[in-house]
């Protein structure tokens, strides 16, 4: 599995290319880090890939060595192709739930026969972490500018059109706060070490590069267990990232940790040569069960949540009552990177802000990459912290500064350390959700991040301690509540109101079951609409996991517009209750019940004519994992797969935010093309398709196309001879990766477009031009082979990238059609189409220049047939090309023999079509009205506690009367994220403030009348000096 510390940046799938002969194409996995003393940070590039013929085999139970050397001899009594692969490591004495195996030949079959043994779950591929580092120097990667080029992002967010709706993350003036010298005092660790806990009996586990045993930050008899699990029986740390995280969890002198009297359990899971495999976790995971591990931090993570050895691995963890933490990964500010672990329910995600409380430029966004491919993804990260110039333990014993998530992630690994200690043995339930409950409800909301940046907003160690003080088992939900009109939190609910016959809003609610290990709904959830509010208007529908394990489940909120309100103009507002149950706890028999709801402002405006509606086809675009879908662009020299989801609100979120400024209306469509009601629209676009298309959509399209729909397509690169070429051999595991696709999937898109005399070609070009001021790169795009005869085509001079990448032979090309617009005059009521070969200027993943501008053309001829003047000048019919051409009709694009596709798509499998879906049919909930109306801010609460009083052995001058949890259960209130006031402090200020004034004015009275003075002066005019420190004009 793609595992690596995240301080590292991204997991990349690449290892070693095919020989380019060129090298500026040669694709390398390259990503920052900070890992730095003074002024210096790391760069690193990462290889990940299956190990040849080796196979992690997972059993249904915890079985020994023996029985498991016994099920797989009775799976493949018929071959002897194979041997166990022995691991020595700590946990090789116990029981394990998994086996280690090498197949020589015939794996398919013996993974088929392995299957079939009752007792065998999964077997999947073993995987291999390589690492590889430099030095840079820190203004290179962590510029206070963005840039389109660096390490850590591809383009400017916030400037010009794209700052629409957007995040304000620097400021040019403004008080700044220093930089810390400790990282505990940020967080006002201080407060709670004076009640007398500093990490006490809680045992905290480490996964990283190893930690010296007589490390002097860390106090004697701390250290109670070191393992290596690598096989080169050493234990000591010579990288250096290990000893900072422990540094910052628990040491005790000069950088300062949070919990320095916690029990560390080392796990060495890197080689000095920073390689790993997803073994060696498995077996770690295992020893940590088996120590009782509390906390367990993991600067690790990789965009493939489908390694299921692992992620189910990790579910066990917490079902053990494991707490983990883990890094949210370093590939922002793009959106959509989300790394895994940290994106799972039941793990604390973090992410990292800078000391001015600003989301970090490298920190990753969400949404989840799980389930976007229906539709929609959850909020993630769950918490942010400092993750930017931390102060930590360096290897020979002083400090130094590192900046990354994987720094955040100990951050708050040590801050819940101190709390689990400062609560343990006082009866309050702690567990990975409650855990997560506590921080989440009393973290400080950043004012200028979206919810995909900050999650519930900055750790507050001294409120988190409140929360957790007083908690109550209990369920909640996260986020707590859909408010469209609470910007820019709510991005990208808040961007764009929702009305009658538009594409159902989604919104994917986490379930934090605080109460058990597992729970259910009981019942479905209630739609409780509040009648003068004109919830009525609304029509909701929901689905929700069955089962909540480990600790959290999902509810998706599906929310309509009815006919009724097809007019309607204002806000709607209503509430989900959903009731939570739980087996009964070891304090008490009876069931435990949890009701929560969950508050719902939806903005409604009249429908929108169709020439300012768009429909974002999500459905046939498809990412990494699981398959080899390479980036779009060949010269990246970085990050060369597709896998930020090719959403409309993730690496297309600027065009979103662009589409939105300029009045258009952009909803997502997650189902095929026979699921939609053309005559809504007034355009569809197709953007970097990878997916194939169902014959059913095929002749729908050109139907709704017939009928007044029009289309545009933003294709990209597709060239059997180029997969071929970036295909890679990995010499350490011996084995071939073939792209599944190349940058789009042409040959479905002209078998989508065959009706319409359109096709792309297999051609690969690559060039600078420019349309009047408007500077273009065209980025490994493809050209147009075929197009109608009397439709308008726009020709560049480009370099052959194709011809490049194959044979190392650099030619140019002149009249190269790429762009391409069609009006069908004969039939008046048809739609038309525009063509473009190219997406990357669209993406913000690796985006050189923006090409916003064309498509404001193309909207301007597909939605009301006007051709803009600098396109109309430089373009000419396809026929009269043809002519000067003297081409010759185009051989058809053919699809790679090779390629596996067909394991990963939704529409085609080995033996030809799938069966086409059936369109969601949305149970729409019946509506529990409620007669009762709410006025402000909807905030509602997470957690459901008692705050303000006093705790036994609290200090009363630490924690000050504050509203941790911001309101009751039953009760809506204006939000305190921003204001945590107290009156009674401020009236006890003010009396005191009094008092001092009164005794100054009498000590200054006995002073003067006591001395002799030429001239008595009416005393009134004394008073006004005192106030103000001056004499006042007479009257």
Known sequence: MNWNLVLFGAVLFVTTLGSWAHPDLDIASSKGFCDADGNTTQDIIITTSPVHDEYIVQFKGYYTKEARHGFIKAALR?????????????AGKYPSDFELLHLYEQQDDCIASLLHHPLISTVKPNVRVQRHLKSLHSDEAHSSSFNARTLFTSTSVGSGANAFWDTVRFKSRGLKRSVPRQITSALNAESIWQLGYSGQGVKVAIFDTGLADDHPHFKKGRIKDRTDWTGEKSKNDAIGHGTFVAGIIASSQDCLGFAPDSDLYIFRVFTNNQVSYT??????????????????????????????????????????????????????????TLNNPADQMDTIGVGGINYEDQVAKFSSRGMTAWESSHGYGRVKPDIVTYGQSVRGSSIKGGCKTLSGTSVASPVVAGAITLLYSAVKGRGVPVNPASMKQA??????????????????????????????????????????????????????????????????????????????LSGRLRGPPVWQPYTPQFGSHLEVAFTWSSILWPWSGWISVYISVKDTAYNFEGVAQGQVAITIESPPSEQNGEIQVSTVQLPLRIQIIPTPPKNKRILWDQFHNLRYPPGYFPRDNLRTKSDPLDWHG??????????????????????????????????????????????????????????????????????DWYNTAVMQKVKFYDENTRQWWMPDTGGANIPALNDLLSAFNISFSDSVYEGSYKIERHEMYYASGTSIADFPENGLVITELLKNQGLEVVEGVVTTHKQVPILGLYENRSTPLAGRIAVYGDSNCLDSSHMAKDCFWLLDALLEFTMHGQIAPMLDERSKTFGSLKHERHSSPSEPVERLDTNRLQKYSKVVDSLGQRPLPECPSYPWATANPLNISFDGTIHKKILSVTAG???????????????????????????????????????????????????????????????????RRPRVKKLPKVYYGSKMGGV
């Not at 990208?492 to 109460?515: E, R, V």
């Not at 300029?662 to 469509?669: K, S």
């Open 279 to 336: 073994s060696w976790f498995l077996d770690a995971f295992n020893y940590a069960i088996l120590k009782k591990i509390d906390i367990l931090n993991l600067s690790i993570g990789g965009p493939d949540f489908m390694d299921h050895p692992f992620v189910d691995k990790v579910w066990e963890l917490t079902a053990n009552g494991v707490i983990l933490v883990s890094a949210i990964g370093n590939d922002g500010p793009l959106y959509g």
């Open 646 to 715: 090719d959403h409309i609100h993730t690496n297309f979120r600027d065009l979103y935010n662009h589409l939105r400024s300029r009045g258009y209306f952009v909803e997502t469509l997650g189902t095929p093309f026979t699921c939609f009601e053309a005559s809504n629209y007034g355009t569809i676009m197709l953007v970097d398709s990878e997916e194939e298309y169902f014959v059913e959509e095929i002749s729908k399209l050109a139907d709704d196309m017939q009928n007044g729909l029009s289309l545009i397509v933003f294709a």
């Open 439 to 516: 921080l989440t409800a009393s973290a400080k909301r950043l004012p200028d991040a979206n919810m995909f940046e900050q999650g519930a907003g900055r750790l507050d160690l001294r409120k988190a301690y409140k929360a957790l003080i007083n908690y109550k088992p209990q369920a909640s939900l996260f986020p707590p509540y859909i408010d469209m009109l609470e910007c820019p939190y709510m991005w990208p609910y808040c961007s764009q109101p929702i009305y009658y016959t538009a594409m159902p809003l989604i919104a994917n609610i986490t379930i934090l079951n605080g109460m058990g």
């Open 949 to 1015: 009083e006093p705790v036994d052995g609290d200090d009363p001058d630490v924690f000050v009367s504050t509203d941790v949890t911001r309101m009751p259960w039953e009760t809506w209130s204006k939000s305190t994220h921003e204001h945590d006031s107290d009156p009674t402090t401020f009236f006890a200020a003010l009396a005191l403030l009094s008092l001092i004034i009164v005794v100054t004015f009498f000590v200054n009275f006995v002073c003067k009348s006591r001395r002799p003075s030429l001239r």
């Open 78 to 90: 018929l071959t002897k192709l194979w041997d166990v692969i022995i691991r020595h490591n700590p």
